[in-house]
């Protein structure tokens, strides 16, 4: 199966609060899990991605955690801040020639 | 600038009445998707095109065609659309399908067939 499941499909919290997204998946195929970030009226951006080499990866206020006997791994948001409201997509994907498979979102709110 | 283009960005159209949206990237990416996005479903692939004349069916492609003649043009042709084709469209490229690439999406395109 080449499913992405994500949790929460949405989420409220206090603006400096640490909101966390979680994703589970079943291809131990994919090494390659990206996450992207919509604001509305725009398409997706990519935000961070990890290979499943690492536990984690931290770019600013934005760290994956992987745990790959799991299968799973999740978005943390550090000092969330109003302006990170926006609806968050994890994906996964194998090196072959298959496409990238999403998630159905995250709504996040952040709320001063 | 680095961009993928849709047009148009706003579309009303009646059901039967063919329509075509473009979608144009200027970074010579050989992948290129079409995706639509509906409230509670994510975002779904339609069709895809690993490179000039390679074009494959994603999840949800019935009712839609595509093309590939360039290597910069991806177009989403709906030949009969109909009500539940009314969604929010996105266009990607990535500049190689089996490399780990991330996407680039365009701004979407919202239909409305009534």
């Known amino acids: 199966q080449q499913q992405v499941k994500q949790s929460p499909q949405s989420l409220i919290v206090q603006k400096g609060g640490i909101p966390i997204i979680n994703c589970a998946y079943e291809n131990t195929a994919f090494d390659y899990f990206p996450w992207y970030q919509q604001f509305p009226g725009k398409g997706p951006a990519l935000l961070i991605a990890i290979r499943p080499d690492v536990s984690e990866k931290k770019e600013g206020r934005f760290t994956i955690s992987f745990n790959k006997s799991a299968k799973q791994f999740s978005l943390h948001i550090m000092d969330s801040q109003p302006g990170d409201s926006a609806t968050y997509f994890c994906a996964g994907k194998n090196s072959g020639n298959t496409p990238l498979v999403f998630g159905k979102g995250t709504r996040l709110s952040v709320i001063a | 600038e680095a961009q993928v283009t849709q047009n148009p960005r706003y579309l009303i159209t009646v059901t039967g009445k063919k329509l075509t949206v473009t979608c144009s990237q200027n970074m010579n990416h050989e992948y290129m998707s079409w995706y639509r996005q509906d409230p509670g479903l994510g975002l779904r692939q339609i069709y895809y095109s690993m490179n000039v004349e390679v074009t494959d069916k994603g999840d949800v492609p019935e009712g839609y065609k595509v093309s590939r003649k360039e290597k910069r043009n991806f177009p989403l042709i709906l030949e009969s659309p109909s009500p539940n084709q009314t969604s929010l469209y996105f266009c990607?490229?990535?500049?190689?399908?089996?490399?780990?690439?991330?996407?680039?999406f365009g701004s979407g395109t919202r239909l409305t067939v009534v």
């Open positions: 990607a490229s990535s500049p190689g399908q089996g490399r780990s690439y991330g996407y680039t």
